[in-house]
């Protein structure tokens, strides 16, 4: 029993012991790094001057701005719209400042990434698509509904798409964004197809107007068929009730349809038709607007490791010497 507990307080006693020493070493690093601190103030403090001074001229010379564009396309030009986006970004890794001066682009140096994406948005893409529901509902059985709203099939389908690119100087429409709605919407075959569709809009809401006419003559001839037999009988007697509310329900989803119509006609007057633009929002991410604070650490750094490799290869070189 004697030797069991000489054992644990011998045990316990190099428990403690290891544990004095990681303490007294976090404290001699910690005086290290203070000693390290006041023997080299002078560089650490020109070092971050002399960064946060280069990181200030950065950040205000080499600023980013962000441009987005929110666009419906139309008559099925999804794909002609992310075919045309996917080539502007192409030339512009090629470098083809003569491709964005033809198609009206100024100040083609400045232009940065150019992209697309959809704005996820499942419940128009839902109401919008009679069968929608059903597909998504279909495609859920057998996957995550997430990923399948993201994927590129589905997503493709929805309505808004956000076309982003950034320039290193601000701009204006007459810069950039006309110019590249122009060139989205230059296509002989999708501008025919616009053309057909709006002629037969409004094919539709010209003979739309011409049934509601109808019934309201049907309506007004019917009053006075109602007023003439009340006069003469003192009591009406309507026996078709039925018809005359499925005329008015008629000439009530005409009227629906017709405001339906007339925002499809101002929807649909561009092939890649623009919602809304927003121009020359300064690009905060990444290292934009950070190299005042980022540099002089970077510059601290290097000094220290500087520093601590000089050390180590000396320590290195002196125990080879007494070898």
């Known amino acids: 029993m004697s030797t069991n507990s000489q054992d644990q307080e011998i045990d316990l006693g190099q428990v403690f012991k290891k544990i004095g020493s990681f303490f007294q070493s976090i404290v001699d690093s910690l005086f290290d790094a203070i000693l390290f601190v006041k023997n080299n103030i002078i560089i650490l403090s020109i070092l971050f001057v002399v960064g946060a ?39 512009k890794k090629e470098n083809d400042t003569v491709f964005f001066s033809n198609i009206g682009f100024k100040n083609v140096k400045d232009l940065g990434k150019i992209e697309i994406e959809p704005i996820n948005d499942i419940f128009k893409f839902v109401n919008q698509n009679g069968s929608g529901f059903e597909l998504i509902k279909l495609m859920a059985e057998d996957g995550d509904l997430e990923k399948i709203m993201e994927s590129e099939i589905t997503s493709k389908n929805y309505p808004f798409h956000l076309i982003k690119f950034s320039t290193s100087e601000k701009t204006d429409l007459s810069k950039t964004i006309q110019p590249l709605l122009n060139y989205l919407n230059d296509s002989d075959h999708f501008k025919t197809i616009q053309k057909q569709y709006l002629e037969n809009e409004n094919i539709k809401m010209r003979a739309n107007d011409s049934i509601i006419k109808q019934i309201d003559k049907l309506v007004e001839g019917f009053s006075k068929s109602v007023v003439s037999a009340s006069r003469i009988d003192k009591m009406v007697y309507i026996s078709d009730n039925n018809q005359l509310n499925e005329i008015i329900n ?14 499809n006609l101002i ?47 000396k320590k290195q070189i002196a125990k080879r010497n007494l070898a």
């Open 267 to 313: 929807n649909n007057d561009k092939i890649i038709k623009e919602i809304s633009t927003t121009i020359n929002s300064l690009n905060s991410k990444g290292l934009n607007g950070k190299r005042k604070f980022i540099l002089p650490i970077v510059l601290i750094l290097i000094f220290i490791v500087i520093k601590f490799f000089n050390s180590f290869y």
């Open 53 to 91: 001074g280069l990181g200030y001229y950065f950040d205000k010379t080499s600023k980013s701005y962000t441009n987005e564009i929110i666009v419906i396309p139309n008559f099925g030009s999804i794909d002609y719209l992310y075919s045309k986006v996917a080539l502007l970004e192409a030339k």
């Open 250 to 263: 008629t000439k009530n989803g005409l009227i629906a349809e017709q405001g339906t119509l007339r925002l």
